[in-house]
Protein backbone atom coordinates (compact mmCIF):
# COMPACT_ATOMS: atom_id res chain seq x y z
CA UNK A 1 0.00 0.00 0.00
CA UNK A 2 3.11 2.17 1.09
CA UNK A 3 4.50 1.53 -2.42
CA UNK A 4 1.17 2.01 -4.18
CA UNK A 5 0.90 5.52 -2.64
CA UNK A 6 4.59 6.49 -3.40
CA UNK A 7 4.46 5.35 -7.40
CA UNK A 8 0.74 6.77 -7.55
CA UNK A 9 0.34 9.63 -9.81
CA UNK A 10 -0.30 12.92 -8.19
CA UNK A 11 -3.63 13.34 -6.96
CA UNK A 12 -3.47 10.16 -5.50
CA UNK A 13 -3.46 10.02 -1.88
CA UNK A 14 -2.86 7.93 0.71
CA UNK A 15 -6.26 5.69 1.67
CA UNK A 16 -6.35 7.12 5.52
CA UNK A 17 -7.53 3.49 6.80
CA UNK A 18 -5.10 2.50 9.19
CA UNK A 19 -7.16 2.27 12.34
CA UNK A 20 -10.49 1.12 10.43
CA UNK A 21 -11.38 -3.00 10.24
CA UNK A 22 -10.11 -4.29 7.28
CA UNK A 23 -13.10 -6.17 6.57
CA UNK A 24 -15.07 -2.60 6.21
CA UNK A 25 -12.45 -1.59 3.47
CA UNK A 26 -12.34 -4.46 1.20
CA UNK A 27 -16.16 -4.82 1.26
CA UNK A 28 -16.10 -1.35 0.38
CA UNK A 29 -13.66 -2.02 -2.22
CA UNK A 30 -15.34 -4.60 -3.60
CA UNK A 31 -18.40 -2.65 -3.75
CA UNK A 32 -16.27 -0.08 -6.25
CA UNK A 33 -15.00 -2.93 -8.10
CA UNK A 34 -18.15 -4.61 -8.96
CA UNK A 35 -19.66 -1.50 -9.74
CA UNK A 36 -16.59 -0.84 -12.59
CA UNK A 37 -17.06 -3.97 -14.01
CA UNK A 38 -20.66 -3.62 -14.20
CA UNK A 39 -20.21 -0.61 -16.37
CA UNK A 40 -17.82 -2.55 -19.00
CA UNK A 41 -19.88 -5.13 -19.09
CA UNK A 42 -23.28 -3.26 -19.60
CA UNK A 43 -21.51 -1.08 -22.30
CA UNK A 44 -20.15 -4.05 -23.90
CA UNK A 45 -23.65 -5.87 -24.06
CA UNK A 46 -25.26 -2.76 -25.09
CA UNK A 47 -22.71 -2.35 -28.12
CA UNK A 48 -22.25 -5.96 -29.04
CA UNK A 49 -26.03 -5.79 -29.10
CA UNK A 50 -25.83 -2.65 -31.37
CA UNK A 51 -23.57 -4.33 -34.03
CA UNK A 52 -25.41 -7.15 -34.14
CA UNK A 53 -28.44 -5.42 -34.77
CA UNK A 54 -26.90 -3.47 -37.76
CA UNK A 55 -26.50 -6.85 -39.19
CA UNK A 56 -23.25 -8.14 -37.24
CA UNK A 57 -19.52 -8.66 -38.31
CA UNK A 58 -17.09 -11.73 -37.66
CA UNK A 59 -14.66 -9.14 -35.46
CA UNK A 60 -15.37 -5.71 -34.65
CA UNK A 61 -12.55 -4.01 -32.78
CA UNK A 62 -14.24 -2.18 -29.34
CA UNK A 63 -12.27 0.38 -27.89
CA UNK A 64 -11.28 -0.14 -23.80
CA UNK A 65 -9.40 2.26 -22.16
CA UNK A 66 -6.75 1.17 -19.54
CA UNK A 67 -5.68 4.55 -17.82
CA UNK A 68 -2.87 3.50 -15.67
CA UNK A 69 0.71 5.32 -15.71
CA UNK A 70 1.83 4.09 -12.29
CA UNK A 71 3.76 1.42 -13.31
CA UNK A 72 6.51 3.42 -15.65
CA UNK A 73 9.38 3.84 -14.22
CA UNK A 74 10.11 7.20 -15.46
CA UNK A 75 6.91 9.35 -15.98
CA UNK A 76 3.01 8.86 -15.29
CA UNK A 77 1.10 10.50 -18.18
CA UNK A 78 0.00 7.83 -20.28
CA UNK A 79 -2.70 7.37 -17.52
CA UNK A 80 -4.07 10.31 -19.49
CA UNK A 81 -3.79 9.20 -22.94
CA UNK A 82 -7.31 6.88 -23.70
CA UNK A 83 -9.63 10.29 -23.74
CA UNK A 84 -6.90 12.33 -25.69
CA UNK A 85 -6.29 9.31 -27.99
CA UNK A 86 -10.21 9.38 -28.62
CA UNK A 87 -10.42 13.22 -29.17
CA UNK A 88 -8.09 12.76 -31.93
CA UNK A 89 -9.80 10.50 -33.31
CA UNK A 90 -12.94 11.73 -34.02
CA UNK A 91 -11.65 15.94 -34.16
CA UNK A 92 -12.59 16.17 -37.26
CA UNK A 93 -9.39 16.99 -39.09
CA UNK A 94 -10.00 13.59 -41.12
CA UNK A 95 -12.40 11.73 -42.66
CA UNK A 96 -13.43 8.64 -41.38
CA UNK A 97 -12.17 6.63 -43.57
CA UNK A 98 -8.44 4.08 -43.21
CA UNK A 99 -6.06 3.89 -45.85
CA UNK A 100 -7.63 0.47 -46.82
CA UNK A 101 -11.12 1.61 -47.11
CA UNK A 102 -12.89 0.54 -44.11
CA UNK A 103 -15.15 3.55 -42.17
CA UNK A 104 -14.25 3.63 -38.77
CA UNK A 105 -17.24 5.67 -37.82
CA UNK A 106 -19.22 2.44 -39.02
CA UNK A 107 -20.17 0.51 -35.11
CA UNK A 108 -19.69 -2.96 -37.51
CA UNK A 109 -16.04 -1.41 -37.68
CA UNK A 110 -15.16 0.34 -34.16
CA UNK A 111 -16.81 0.79 -31.14
CA UNK A 112 -16.18 1.64 -27.63
CA UNK A 113 -16.86 0.56 -24.79
CA UNK A 114 -14.90 3.28 -22.68
CA UNK A 115 -12.57 3.23 -19.85
CA UNK A 116 -12.12 1.11 -17.30
CA UNK A 117 -11.98 3.78 -14.30
CA UNK A 118 -9.11 2.62 -13.05
CA UNK A 119 -7.54 5.66 -11.02
CA UNK A 120 -11.30 5.20 -8.84
CA UNK A 121 -10.11 2.00 -7.98
CA UNK A 122 -6.43 2.68 -6.77
CA UNK A 123 -8.45 5.92 -4.64
CA UNK A 124 -9.65 2.84 -2.80
CA UNK A 125 -6.62 1.61 -1.83
CA UNK A 126 -6.93 -1.51 -4.17
CA UNK A 127 -3.50 -2.98 -4.62
CA UNK A 128 -1.70 -3.97 -8.15
CA UNK A 129 -2.77 -7.77 -7.29
CA UNK A 130 -6.21 -7.10 -7.38
CA UNK A 131 -6.00 -4.42 -9.79
CA UNK A 132 -3.93 -6.57 -12.74
CA UNK A 133 -7.00 -9.21 -12.09
CA UNK A 134 -9.39 -6.75 -12.84
CA UNK A 135 -8.07 -5.50 -15.54
CA UNK A 136 -8.40 -9.03 -16.91
CA UNK A 137 -11.89 -9.58 -16.30
CA UNK A 138 -12.60 -6.20 -18.25
CA UNK A 139 -11.14 -7.77 -21.34
CA UNK A 140 -12.64 -10.93 -20.67
CA UNK A 141 -16.56 -9.14 -20.38
CA UNK A 142 -15.20 -7.22 -23.81
CA UNK A 143 -14.81 -11.20 -25.30
CA UNK A 144 -18.01 -12.13 -23.94
CA UNK A 145 -19.59 -10.06 -26.48
CA UNK A 146 -19.48 -11.21 -29.84
CA UNK A 147 -18.05 -9.59 -32.41
CA UNK A 148 -16.57 -7.62 -29.89
CA UNK A 149 -12.27 -7.94 -29.72
CA UNK A 150 -10.50 -5.72 -27.37
CA UNK A 151 -8.78 -2.98 -28.81
CA UNK A 152 -6.47 -1.74 -25.91
CA UNK A 153 -5.88 2.06 -25.08
CA UNK A 154 -3.09 2.48 -22.36
CA UNK A 155 -1.79 3.57 -20.66
CA UNK A 156 2.03 2.53 -19.84
CA UNK A 157 2.84 -1.33 -20.55
CA UNK A 158 2.13 -3.05 -17.86
CA UNK A 159 -1.14 -3.32 -18.66
CA UNK A 160 -0.29 -5.75 -22.09
CA UNK A 161 0.16 -8.85 -19.14
CA UNK A 162 -3.58 -8.76 -17.44
CA UNK A 163 -4.73 -7.94 -21.39
CA UNK A 164 -2.69 -10.87 -22.79
CA UNK A 165 -3.75 -13.43 -19.83
CA UNK A 166 -7.42 -12.92 -20.28
CA UNK A 167 -7.46 -12.83 -23.88
CA UNK A 168 -5.25 -16.33 -23.82
CA UNK A 169 -7.52 -18.03 -20.93
CA UNK A 170 -10.39 -16.63 -22.49
CA UNK A 171 -9.37 -18.09 -25.76
CA UNK A 172 -8.18 -21.35 -24.26
CA UNK A 173 -4.30 -20.98 -25.38
CA UNK A 174 -1.35 -19.12 -26.05
CA UNK A 175 -1.16 -16.59 -28.87
CA UNK A 176 1.33 -15.00 -30.97
CA UNK A 177 2.70 -11.43 -30.21
CA UNK A 178 3.83 -9.00 -32.34
CA UNK A 179 5.53 -6.46 -29.85
CA UNK A 180 6.59 -3.04 -31.62
CA UNK A 181 8.64 -1.29 -29.05
CA UNK A 182 12.10 0.45 -28.28
CA UNK A 183 12.45 -1.80 -25.28
CA UNK A 184 11.89 -5.14 -25.01
CA UNK A 185 10.53 -5.07 -21.61
CA UNK A 186 11.11 -8.23 -20.13
CA UNK A 187 13.17 -7.39 -16.83
CA UNK A 188 12.08 -9.67 -14.58
CA UNK A 189 11.40 -7.01 -12.20
CA UNK A 190 12.31 -3.42 -12.56
CA UNK A 191 12.94 -1.06 -9.37
CA UNK A 192 11.37 -4.01 -7.64
CA UNK A 193 7.75 -4.07 -8.97
CA UNK A 194 6.98 -7.36 -11.06
CA UNK A 195 4.38 -5.22 -12.39
CA UNK A 196 6.49 -2.46 -14.11
CA UNK A 197 5.81 -1.70 -17.71
CA UNK A 198 9.29 -3.23 -18.12
CA UNK A 199 8.57 -6.38 -17.15
CA UNK A 200 5.30 -7.25 -18.47
CA UNK A 201 6.55 -9.82 -21.51
CA UNK A 202 8.51 -11.79 -18.86
CA UNK A 203 5.21 -12.29 -16.85
CA UNK A 204 3.68 -13.27 -20.47
CA UNK A 205 5.99 -15.59 -21.07
CA UNK A 206 6.14 -17.30 -18.25
CA UNK A 207 2.42 -17.79 -17.39
CA UNK A 208 2.64 -19.40 -21.20
CA UNK A 209 -0.16 -17.05 -22.69
CA UNK A 210 2.46 -16.50 -25.77
CA UNK A 211 3.85 -19.10 -28.41
CA UNK A 212 6.04 -17.02 -30.33
CA UNK A 213 6.79 -13.18 -29.40
CA UNK A 214 8.41 -10.99 -32.20
CA UNK A 215 9.78 -7.49 -31.08
CA UNK A 216 10.21 -5.29 -33.49
CA UNK A 217 11.97 -1.34 -33.46
CA UNK A 218 14.28 -3.08 -30.66
CA UNK A 219 16.93 -0.12 -29.98
CA UNK A 220 17.47 0.21 -26.47
CA UNK A 221 18.35 -3.45 -24.84
CA UNK A 222 21.10 -4.20 -22.30
CA UNK A 223 22.54 -8.23 -21.55
CA UNK A 224 19.42 -8.89 -19.33
CA UNK A 225 17.03 -8.06 -22.00
CA UNK A 226 19.47 -10.30 -24.28
CA UNK A 227 19.74 -12.97 -21.42
CA UNK A 228 15.49 -12.87 -21.41
CA UNK A 229 14.84 -12.63 -24.20
CA UNK A 230 17.02 -15.97 -25.00
CA UNK A 231 15.54 -17.73 -22.21
CA UNK A 232 12.18 -17.15 -23.36
CA UNK A 233 13.11 -17.73 -27.19
CA UNK A 234 12.25 -14.43 -27.83
CA UNK A 235 12.29 -13.29 -31.60
CA UNK A 236 13.99 -10.04 -31.44
CA UNK A 237 14.74 -7.99 -33.97
CA UNK A 238 16.95 -4.95 -33.50
CA UNK A 239 16.71 -1.75 -35.42
CA UNK A 240 20.50 -1.74 -36.38
CA UNK A 241 19.14 -4.56 -38.56
CA UNK A 242 16.02 -3.54 -39.85
CA UNK A 243 16.88 -3.18 -43.49
CA UNK A 244 17.88 -6.71 -43.74
CA UNK A 245 14.70 -8.18 -41.82
CA UNK A 246 12.45 -5.50 -43.33
CA UNK A 247 10.84 -7.78 -46.13
CA UNK A 248 10.32 -10.75 -43.60
CA UNK A 249 8.18 -8.16 -41.16
CA UNK A 250 6.11 -6.80 -43.79
CA UNK A 251 5.15 -10.37 -44.83
CA UNK A 252 4.66 -11.61 -41.80
CA UNK A 253 2.30 -14.92 -41.26
CA UNK A 254 0.96 -14.93 -37.76
CA UNK A 255 -1.45 -17.19 -35.08
CA UNK A 256 -1.51 -20.63 -37.40
CA UNK A 257 -1.91 -23.39 -35.23
CA UNK A 258 -2.44 -21.08 -32.09
CA UNK A 259 -5.73 -19.17 -30.72
CA UNK A 260 -4.99 -16.18 -33.10
CA UNK A 261 -2.55 -13.05 -33.27
CA UNK A 262 -2.23 -10.18 -30.64
CA UNK A 263 -0.07 -6.95 -31.85
CA UNK A 264 0.88 -4.76 -28.83
CA UNK A 265 2.46 -1.45 -30.11
CA UNK A 266 4.21 0.85 -27.91
CA UNK A 267 4.43 4.27 -29.34
CA UNK A 268 7.84 4.51 -29.03
CA UNK A 269 8.24 2.20 -31.29
CA UNK A 270 8.27 5.18 -33.55
CA UNK A 271 11.33 7.37 -34.16
CA UNK A 272 10.36 10.68 -31.55
CA UNK A 273 10.55 12.49 -34.66
CA UNK A 274 7.60 11.00 -35.45
CA UNK A 275 6.22 10.64 -32.09
CA UNK A 276 7.84 13.15 -29.59
CA UNK A 277 5.13 12.02 -26.75
CA UNK A 278 6.47 9.29 -25.16
CA UNK A 279 7.98 8.66 -21.65
CA UNK A 280 11.45 7.26 -23.06
CA UNK A 281 12.69 9.14 -26.38
CA UNK A 282 14.99 6.77 -28.13
CA UNK A 283 15.85 8.45 -31.60
CA UNK A 284 16.75 5.58 -34.41
CA UNK A 285 13.16 4.19 -34.25
CA UNK A 286 10.67 2.96 -36.82
CA UNK A 287 8.91 5.48 -39.15
CA UNK A 288 4.92 5.86 -39.29
CA UNK A 289 4.99 4.20 -42.68
CA UNK A 290 7.55 1.38 -41.74
CA UNK A 291 4.83 0.45 -39.06
CA UNK A 292 1.73 0.66 -41.29
CA UNK A 293 3.55 -1.57 -44.04
CA UNK A 294 3.70 -4.38 -41.43
CA UNK A 295 0.45 -3.83 -39.61
CA UNK A 296 -1.21 -3.59 -43.48
CA UNK A 297 0.65 -6.61 -44.62
CA UNK A 298 0.36 -8.95 -41.57
CA UNK A 299 -1.50 -12.39 -42.53
CA UNK A 300 -3.04 -13.54 -39.08
CA UNK A 301 -6.45 -13.67 -36.92
CA UNK A 302 -5.74 -10.44 -34.75
CA UNK A 303 -7.77 -11.22 -31.71
CA UNK A 304 -6.74 -8.59 -29.27
CA UNK A 305 -4.40 -5.34 -29.80
CA UNK A 306 -2.93 -2.51 -27.54
CA UNK A 307 -1.59 1.47 -28.25
CA UNK A 308 0.02 1.99 -25.27
CA UNK A 309 2.71 4.45 -23.40
CA UNK A 310 1.75 8.04 -25.34
CA UNK A 311 2.30 10.45 -22.98
CA UNK A 312 0.51 13.80 -23.70
CA UNK A 313 2.35 15.51 -20.65
CA UNK A 314 4.99 14.98 -23.53
CA UNK A 315 3.34 15.78 -26.62
CA UNK A 316 3.70 18.96 -28.95
CA UNK A 317 0.63 21.61 -27.77
CA UNK A 318 -1.09 20.34 -30.56
CA UNK A 319 -1.32 17.06 -30.33
CA UNK A 320 0.66 15.94 -32.76
CA UNK A 321 1.29 12.64 -30.96
CA UNK A 322 -2.08 12.02 -30.27
CA UNK A 323 -3.28 11.73 -34.06
CA UNK A 324 -0.47 9.41 -34.27
CA UNK A 325 -1.58 7.22 -31.34
CA UNK A 326 -5.42 8.18 -33.06
CA UNK A 327 -4.13 6.66 -36.55
CA UNK A 328 -2.48 3.59 -35.17
CA UNK A 329 -5.61 2.64 -33.39
CA UNK A 330 -7.62 3.15 -36.37
CA UNK A 331 -5.55 1.77 -39.01
CA UNK A 332 -5.12 -1.17 -36.46
CA UNK A 333 -9.20 -1.49 -36.07
CA UNK A 334 -9.76 -1.59 -39.67
CA UNK A 335 -6.57 -4.64 -40.15
CA UNK A 336 -8.49 -6.21 -36.98
CA UNK A 337 -11.70 -5.79 -37.95
CA UNK A 338 -13.94 -8.41 -40.74
MN1 LIG B 1 9.05 1.26 -25.02
Known amino acids: MQQVARRGIHFMRRLHGANIPEDMIVEGQN ?10 REKAKLKGELVRALGGAKAT ?15 QGPAFAPPRIREAMWCGSTNATTEGGKEIDNPRVL ?21 MNIIS ?28 RAVSEKLGGPIDILHLDAHPDIYHEFEGNK ?43 EMRTYSQD ?3 LENLKLGEGVKGVYVS ?65 RELSAVMSK
Not at 140 to 162: F, N
Open 246 to 248: RHY
Open 265 to 329: IDVDCLDPAFAPGVSHFEPGGLSFRDVLNILHNLHGDIVAADVVEFNPQRDTVDGMTAMVAAKLV
Open 61 to 75: SALLGIPLGHNSSFL
Open 195 to 237: YSHASSFARIMEGGYARRLLQVGIRSINSEGREQGKKFGVEQF
Open 137 to 164: QSVKLVMEEEPLRPMVLGGDHSISYPVV
Open 31 to 40: RVIDASLTLI
Open 111 to 131: TDVGDLPVQEIRDCGVDDDIL
